[in-house]
């Protein structure tokens, strides 16, 4: 007979025999039983307190459809980046190389942590020692969306339960002189389809050469102001 029971699972002491007096006895830790899958699972609770052994009985229940809790909050950040590396090869994506140069230093930031102990407070943290040592915000976001992506995956694969709160920061570093993809669709659009291609290579063209004007201008500029320093000879200056 259980001594206690719960939705899908319940409590009970074993019982055994006494080799001496050949009388039946109960043991004094509590075991459970319950479901994961279909598969019938008998574990000890090793406590011989109800209460306790029916909170432990209580946290199985919750994750018996996935990992057990204990094994869930041993997951280490390495094996999250294992999933996206996963991903990207499993997607036939070609930036590989750049993924492991993203990874490299999250990697080394959180270093034995536990991933269930990375929240977004710890994140935050994260970008503030980036910025102070110098990474423009667009690396330090590569960083972060790497990261977000290692719990998503992480979660999806049921390694982990909950997926912190990654913000992205500000980026303010457009590039003068170039126009962008979706501009450039929208200019087309409301062309004949047969003048698409060619007025499509000349806007990215005078694009180009706007720019390359622009440096050159520059270039010359500097040069023109070192040209017209005055020199003075060595004898003239001492005299």
């Known amino acids: 007979m259980p001594k ?3 939705a899908g699972g319940h409590l009970y002491l074993p019982k055994y025999q006494d080799k001496n007096t050949r009388e039946v006895r109960e043991q004094a830790v509590y075991w459970c039983v319950y ?3 279909g598969k019938r699972i008998c574990e000890s609770t090793r406590t011989d307190r109800l209460g306790e052994a029916k909170r432990f009985l209580q946290d199985r229940l919750r994750d018996r459809v996935g990992p057990p809790r204990r094994e869930l909050e041993k ?3 390495p094996e999250l980046a294992e999933l ?3 991903d990207y090869k499993n997607n036939g994506r070609r930036s590989v190389g750049n993924l492991e140069r993203v990874l490299r230093p999250l990697l080394a930031a959180f ?4 991933a269930v102990n990375i ?4 994140t935050e943290r994260y970008k503030a020692d980036r910025l102070a040592a110098g990474y423009a915000p667009g690396t330090v976001n590569r960083e972060l969306a790497a990261l977000r992506r290692m719990f998503r995956l992480g979660k999806r694969h049921g390694l982990v339960v909950q ?3 990654v913000v992205a920061l500000a980026e303010n570093n457009a590039r003068k002189g170039f126009i962008e993809e979706t501009e450039i669709q929208a200019l087309l659009v409301e062309l004949p389809e047969q003048q698409r291609a060619y007025r499509r290579y000349c806007i990215v063209d005078e694009a180009m050469l706007r720019e390359g004007a622009e440096k050159l201008a520059a270039h010359l500029d500097a040069a023109a102001r070192r040209a017209t320093r005055k020199v003075v000879p060595i004898r003239e200056a001492q005299a």
């Not at 270093?111 to 536990?114: F, K, L, P, V």
């Not at 929240?119 to 710890?122: C, G, I, S, V, W």
């Open 4 to 6: 206690s029971s719960g």
């Open 35 to 37: 479901y994961r899958n």
């Open 75 to 77: 997951v280490q950040l």
């Open 84 to 86: 996206v590396r996963a």
């Open 111 to 114: 270093d034995g942590w536990r």
């Open 119 to 122: 929240t977004t407070a710890e």
């Open 163 to 165: 997926v912190p709160d």
